[in-house]
């Protein structure tokens, strides 16, 4: 693998493996990480981190790896995952990383994620006893998957997406944000309704989906303005649809038109450094956005993100950590969500006049290139030596460490056109049901206010009773409309998708997409389709309905589901993830207090008359009294403070590593002698691996096996043909070695063709003449 500078040269020594950050833990996490569940809104999972001037700004100055590092792992007697060996991805990196130029695959196509932590393949059991070695094979492998551990740990201690795994205060402060995005959206759903209730009734209805390649004007085609093309399936017995407009309704806020697709982000960019990144191509729509916002610093955007280390989809609750194992790349995509289409424009040109005049790469898909700068995990930009504000002795300041991302439109949302057997007008009422009662528990175990919850909100739709009544037969009923509203409350305020019965954990997560889809139609005119297609195949009643049957089976099982994981959840008062990890979350809060108390102290320098001084080397301001410079080193040097306070994190965090089951560990190659490498996954409590060299070797025995026994099938086959060929020969009197007749009409001749000569051989006496003596002559003297 090579990379190459913004310039297109080749980096040196990057035709090795490539790792993604330096020894000194340059990258990972944001500008503003938590430092515990105290800072909930400016703190843990805010959007402002990294949005200040420290991060992103690509002002800062080179760092000494002594300050990266929050922690001396060789000092640390903790043991456990802090205490292996140094891992690969200590390595250098190039000071602009671009994803897409890492190309983590050997030239077989296998995976190679692991060589960032370890320097050689494992070895099979016959291999490892060929090569001597000393010790026993599953010491050995123990061994080896517990230093990969380790070193994937050590590596990832500090990125964002690997603490809300396994740090529980990130945990239980993501379920609390995720409560106040909840309140926030409902307050949005409500508006919505008050400013136009019959429009908001009309961009909710879902019974608009058209069946499989009718075409405009036709049946079920009212609403529908999209052209016919390929469509794949999915969902219960559901097609996906290939045109139409999508109910505005069901989106989240800001989902429309606002939104700008980042990929391509590597592990260790946080959304703040992202944000940040994006602001700087702000203009006046966005500084406009921006103060309207009370200039927090959040810039004219939020971003969210798609799971890392997690897979997508199948949960019920953020409290369900669902580790994907055998993750082979980290990185990510993630969504900004401006607050108007015109801000998001702007940015949009803006960036593209930047990459206009830099002479960027062109991409197929007409991505633009951008420049995140990503420099330090916590968003300092000076050292601070001995952990009191004294300047390093080489007087040295945080690299500069850069990654490109690529930035792009929003993929529009296809949605699934449900089955005809699941669209019915006899489900409707039985859906509702399920609808408000899955809304209901959910309403309660979110603490959500009066005045937002879905009954609150059904209420106040639905109040005219007089308006149903006056509409035609063709209209929708009311219980129909008062299912899509209960369908999309479900969606944008608890991330729950009704027709599969699944729950996105994270906004980002809903965003990227769940398995089945996450956007679903019911069929127009069901009733009339299935009644037609059943007679039209002739097939009888009850058939008929044991095959609709067949169909919603697991739509019924997934809702009986969810309502019973939503009434054990509205059971559970006080609880905000489960009982063993708020515990340990509040306990870490504690130290984190404890660490602020020792870290004010530490950076502060008292006069002779009373007044304070600002320790840090590079600030050293005076203040009148203690209290003024606490608030100003709170205010204003707070990276500082929060990679101090990340510490207290770090025990939980090794607990929890070490008691998971799934781990989101790469795969792992295993050399198999003249089978060759073959990926592995890491699984199991105590890191472990199958060894695949006994399965290939059997595979390969019966290969040659089968390959034998078609061999002697064949002969037995050519010999029964050669008995036939001599039977038939004799038949005539030709004999077994009577040759085939040449085909007379060909004119090929084969010269080495045997041919059959008479030759005639007479035995009679015949004599030979004499030889007559050859005189000699005299010699004349």
Known sequence: ???????????????????????????????????????????????????????????????????????????????????????????????????????????????????????????????????????????????????????????????????????????????????????????????????????????????????????????????????????????????????????????????????????????????????????????????????????????????????????????????????????????????????????KDETLDNLSKANFESTRHRHPDSSLELDVDCSDSFGRTEVDADGRGGAPPDNSAVPTRRCTVLVGAERSIVPIVLSAAVSVAARVQKDLSSARVIGKFLDASGNMPTGLRLEDLLREAFQDEDSYSNKDSSAPSKEEDMLDVCIAYLRRVHLFIFYTGQMANTEGELTAGLPGGTMHLRLRDADTILKETTEDRGISSETSDRTSDLLVNRLDTAIDNAIEYCKNKAQSDGIVVNAETDMKALEIEKEDDSEKRNWLDNHTLLDADGRARCSFHFCRKLFKDKTFLHKHLVKKHPEFLIAEQAKCHDRYMMEAWESSTRRPLPQIAIDCGHYGLHACTIKGKVPSVEDPEPVLREREEERYKAQKEEAAKAEEERLARERREYHDNAEDGEGLHKRPQQNHNSNFVDVDDVKDEKVKVMFEVVEFPSKKKKKKRRKLI
Request: include cysteine.
């Open 1 to 343: 693998m090579t990379m190459r500078d913004e310039f297109g040269r080749v980096v040196p020594g990057s035709q090795q493996h490539a790792s993604y950050r330096s020894s000194s833990r340059g990258g990972g996490g944001s500008g503003r990480l938590p430092s515990g569940p105290g800072g909930l809104m400016d703190g843990p999972l805010s959007s402002d981190r990294g949005a200040s001037g420290r991060v992103g700004s690509g002002g800062g100055r080179p760092r000494s790896s002594s300050a990266i590092s929050r922690r001396d792992r060789k000092d640390s007697d903790d043991g456990g995952a802090r205490g292996g060996r140094k891992s690969r991805a200590a390595e250098n990196l190039p000071p602009t990383y671009r994803a897409w130029e890492d190309v983590r695959t050997s030239p077989s196509g296998l995976p190679e994620e692991w060589t960032r932590y370890l320097p050689r393949p494992l070895a099979c059991r016959r291999l490892h006893l060929r090569d001597g070695g000393g010790e026993d094979y599953a010491n050995y492998v123990r061994s080896y998957c517990t230093e990969l551990s380790q070193g994937f740990f050590n590596a990832h201690l500090d990125d964002e997406w690997f603490r809300l795994l396994y740090s529980p205060a990130y945990r239980r402060a993501s379920v609390l944000q995720n409560r106040e995005r909840k309140r926030g959206e409902g307050a949005v759903l409500r508006a919505e309704l008050q400013r136009d209730s019959e429009g908001f009734l009309a961009e909710c209805r879902l019974g608009i989906g058209r069946p499989l390649g009718s075409k405009k004007g036709k049946r079920g085609a009212a609403g529908d303005d999209g052209d016919d093309g390929h469509n794949d399936s999915g969902g219960h017995g559901g097609r996906r649809r290939t045109g139409g407009a999508v109910p505005r309704t069901h989106l989240l806020s800001g989902h429309g038109g606002n939104v700008l697709r980042i990929s391509q982000v590597p592990e260790w960019a946080t959304d703040g450094h992202v944000a940040a990144a994006l602001a700087e191509f702000g203009g006046k729509t966005s500084a406009a956005a921006q103060s309207q916002s009370g200039g927090s610093g959040q810039g004219p955007m939020r971003v969210c993100r798609a799971p890392v280390g997690r897979d997508n989809g199948g949960t019920l609750g953020s409290e369900d950590l669902n580790v994907k194992e055998g993750v082979n790349s980290l990185v990510r995509t993630c969504w900004a969500i401006f607050p108007s289409e015109d801000s």
